[in-house]
């Protein structure tokens, strides 16, 4: 049974032979490569090759054609990326900076022409064609409630949001959604098989239920709307969602959800029930310092608590580039040990 | 009347009300009450309960606590002047991020709930040199340093808390400066900080301004 195979049988309701294992590893595969993480994300072409070593390495079930959220900024206008040697690139330049700029905010007619886009493009093109069936290629697009956090820094889009204007937040939040929307679209005829939409600012670390029904969830559900549910995959983007699940699915039909390793695990199952597919996501910032016994633990007792009956797969949040080699090597062994559906 | 104003300005944060949590500041004042008492009886106490809440229930949210801590600091700035007698500040603590993070959103809050503290914040910005923190906590003699960090190689990297560490025991200054450490990855190892070379950390803004402050206290008596 190939990946594609397993991950289908899951969501289908039905059991495959174990449970499916999403590694998202990124910057670790400039370090395959031999590359600094800049060089790395300069070409589609790097990313794509780094992407398929990690995979062989560790023998996960799906390739990742994606690069990093500060994409998103640079696609509407940011000019400035902050590469790291150890970590994740950072936006170093904010679009807005006053309430005029997002009044002159535009988004871009055609996002396929954009020089960034057009690498992430060839990257998504190449991991399609070596993935040869076997493997599903998931991109990922930061949702348009959290778009604004790396456009005017999180303590400015929170002021906005909770004191502001409510028509600028209407305005922005728009364009926001306009881009969402394009961007998945764009993925999707690139030949991304899903879309993680990932929502850090709608989770409940920022807002309470009634909060994120009050100011987050009209946008989810008119981004999702506007391209359907299929093949989407509501990411935590570092915050705990279990309180946001049933809300989202009554309202927009999206079936996997992909929980902070803070949620709990056998909750995310029983709220999800069999209306989709739930998660078990490893705390991987301890991995940099779990003894290879704390890794097995761990990941049998996440499989314990959402493995039985199925509907489930296992993950990684979006693995530190610290990480000893070694403990990755552990989790994707565990992953393949203890993933059996009891 | 003062228990009657703490409780709306404490319901008001944790609606994320700023309006309502000003206005009830506002009326207080108006209703005679002077700013020592304002800040002493309303807003400190109101910032403890707030406390104790996300100490025994379900966490704060970081909307709640941004607000708090907004509102907590726009009020003390403008109340302290008022003060009748000068009111000598708890202690000094200096801020940043790390160096290379530009994530700022949990330092602005332990700022706020620092300020309503009374301690003095003199805050570095985003992205701070370890040799830059340790120097102005000389030249500033402040008690504390407080580094921030929202990812797990900037908090954990050799040009972060590690470093700042190892200048301060280089120097001797380990008696007499102290490392406090936050952001997300804290929270995802709680350990972490240890591991770090800090001497402590906390979890949000409310419960960081309440364990610098008994740091802060710890140093003055050795």
């Given at each position: ?342 | ?91 000094k603590i200096i801020i940043g991020?790390a160096y ?22 003199i805050?570095l910005?985003?992205?701070v040199a370890a040799e830059k923190f340790v120097d102005e906590a000389i030249k500033q003699n402040a008690q504390i340093i407080g580094i ?11 040009n972060g808390a590690f470093k700042v560490r190892e200048i301060l025991n280089k120097n001797g200054l380990e008696?007499r400066i102290r490392l406090v ?16 070379g800090a ?24």
């Open positions: 049974m190939n990946s594609i195979e397993r991950i289908t049988k899951v969501m289908e309701g039905k059991i495959p032979d174990r449970v499916p294992i999403m590694g998202n590893l990124l910057e670790q595969g400039a370090n395959e490569l031999g590359l600094s993480i800049e060089e790395y994300y300069s070409k589609g072409e790097y990313v794509a090759e780094g992407q398929l070593k990690l995979r062989e390495k560790y023998g996960y079930d799906n390739l990742s054609g994606y690069f990093y959220a500060g994409c998103e900024a640079q696609m509407l206008g940011c000019r400035k990326i902050i590469f790291s040697e150890t970590g994740p690139p950072n936006v170093g330049h904010l679009i807005i900076q006053n309430n005029k700029d997002i009044e002159n905010l535009e988004i871009p007619k055609d996002i396929s022409a954009l020089p960034v886009f057009e690498e992430l493009s060839k990257c998504i093109k190449i991991l399609k064609q070596e993935a040869g069936g076997k493997y599903p290629v998931g991109s990922g697009v930061v949702s348009s409630f959290s778009l604004p956090a790396i456009l005017m820094g999180i303590d400015k889009w929170l002021d906005l949001l909770i004191n502001g204007p409510k028509s600028l937040r209407k305005e922005l939040l728009q364009k926001c959604s306009d881009f969402c929307i394009k961007l998945i679209k764009a993925l999707r005829a690139t030949g991304a098989d899903g879309v993680s939409y990932s929502n850090a600012v709608g989770s409940a670390d920022f807002f309470s239920l009634e909060q994120f029904k009050d100011l987050s969830l009209e946008w989810i559900v008119r981004d999702i709307d506007a391209v359907g549910p299929e093949g989407i995959t509501y990411f935590n983007g570092g915050g705990r969602i279990n309180p946001m699940i049933d809300t989202i699915i009554k309202h927009t039909g999206i079936t996997t959800y992909y929980i902070n390793p803070l949620d709990d695990t056998a909750q995310a199952k029983k709220i999800i029930g069999d209306r989709g597919i739930s998660s078990g996501v490893i705390n991987d910032i301890l991995l940099v310092d779990w003894q290879k016994e704390d890794i097995y633990n761990e990941v049998k007792s996440i499989m314990k608590s959402g493995a039985k009956d199925g509907r489930f797969i296992f993950g990684t949040l979006v693995m530190p580039y610290l990480i000893p080699e070694e403990n990755i090597h552990h989790l994707f062994n565990a992953a393949r040990e203890y993933g059996v559906y009891h | 009347m003062i228990e009657q104003f703490k409780r709306g300005y404490l319901e008001a944060i944790l609606d994320t009300n700023r309006n309502v949590a000003i206005e009830t500041i506002e009326s207080s004042i108006d209703a005679g009450h002077s700013p020592e008492t304002v800040i002493f009886e309303i807003l400190i106490p109101a910032m403890e309960e707030l406390a104790e809440i996300i100490r025994v229930g379900p966490d704060a949210t970081l909307s709640q606590l941004y607000i708090a801590s907004q509102i907590s600091a726009e009020v003390t700035d403008r109340l302290i002047p008022l003060f009748t007698k000068k009111t000598d500040v708890e202690g991020t290379e993070d530009f994530h700022g959103l949990g330092k602005k809050i332990v700022k706020g709930c620092l300020k309503s503290k009374m301690i003095e914040v805050d910005g985003l992205s921030s960090s929202m990812m797990l190689h900037t908090a954990r990297g050799g008696g450490v936050g952001g997300a990855p804290y929270r995802f190892h709680p350990l972490l900080y240890k591991e770090v001497d402590a950390w906390a979890d949000n803004g409310i419960t960081a301004a309440n364990v610098i402050t008994d740091l802060i206290r710890e140093t003055q008596i050795s």
